[in-house]
């Protein structure tokens, strides 16, 4: 499975953006997909996660309600949805893949795709 991330870029606080992420491979529908980020000096972070077919869904503290994770299997592609951003916010997000079933709290990832910056000012 190759990723390719897309939609970063620099925003004010308060402002809202979108990632995408899209797949290759005919079988999209059996990896869960995720989102993680990682801030300068600091270790990469999960975000959020979505099972195969998008009914299961689970978010990191510090983005949930404010962060939507969602997918269009028709189209290879999922997104990441982030409203009310903050510059705490501000990291290089990047979109993962992983095999099998997603239950939550851990997502054990299989593939990584390149990096989108996304930069939050105050």
């Known amino acids: 499975v190759q990723l390719q991330a897309s939609g970063g870029g620099l925003v004010q606080a308060g402002d809202s953006l979108r990632l995408s992420c899209a797949a290759s491979g005919r079988t999209f529908r059996s990896y869960a997909m995720g989102w993680f980020r990682q801030a300068p000096g600091k270790e990469r972070a999960f975000v959020a996660g979505?099972?195969?077919?998008?009914?299961?869904?689970y978010y990191a503290d510090s983005v949930k309600g404010r962060f939507t994770i969602s997918r269009d299997n028709a189209k290879n592609t999922v997104f990441l949805q982030m409203n009310t951003l903050k510059p705490e916010d501000t990291a290089v997000y990047y979109c993962?893949?992983?095999?099998?079933?997603?239950?939550?709290?851990?997502?054990?990832?299989?593939?990584w795709g390149q990096g989108t910056q996304v930069t939050v000012s105050s």
């Open positions: 979505i099972g195969g077919s998008g009914g299961f869904t």
């Open positions: 993962a893949a992983k095999k099998g079933s997603y239950t939550g709290s851990t997502f054990s990832t299989d593939y």
